[in-house]
């Protein structure tokens, strides 16, 4: 059974960091995708930063120079730095996988995706 397992999240102000891990356990594939996705009250759930195996990266514009996805595949864990965090970035962050190759294009959507966690929630104060 695939689980997916999110941390790192909290309360920081105006211009703080946080960095989010999520661990991957029951996962037998070798060929995947893992994404970080948020939603606000009220929104949709937006793609945020996605990684394939090989390291192509995928960023929403809102968060380029700002927020880093990595992938250790070793401990099956995918993280996501988040610098000079504003307002507009609190949500609940939820990580997700899925098997197999994907577009480039693909990548933030969250239909791509078959696994999730159950998030961490990000507040940013001003």
């Known amino acids: 059974q695939v689980q997916l397992v999110e941390s790192g999240g909290g309360s920081v102000h105006t211009g703080g960091s946080l960095r989010l891990a999520c661990t991957v356990s029951?996962?037998?594939?070798?060929?995947?995708?893992m994404g970080w996705f948020r939603q606000a009250p009220g929104k949709e759930r937006e793609g945020v930063a996605a990684?394939?195996?090989?390291?192509?990266?995928n960023y929403v514009d809102s968060v380029l120079g700002r927020f880093t996805i990595s992938l250790d595949n070793a401990k099956m864990t995918l993280y996501l730095q988040m610098n000079n965090l504003k307002p507009e970035d609190t949500a609940m962050y939820y990580c997700?996988?899925?098997?197999?190759?994907?577009?480039?294009?693909?990548?933030?959507?969250?239909?791509?995706?078959?696994?999730w966690g159950k998030g961490t929630l990000v507040t940013i104060s001003s």
């Open positions: 997700a996988t899925s098997p197999g190759n994907w577009p480039w294009g693909r990548l933030l959507q969250p239909g791509t995706y078959d696994y």
């Open positions: 029951g996962w037998t594939y070798s060929n995947y995708i």
């Open positions: 990684i394939d195996i090989a390291g192509k990266t």
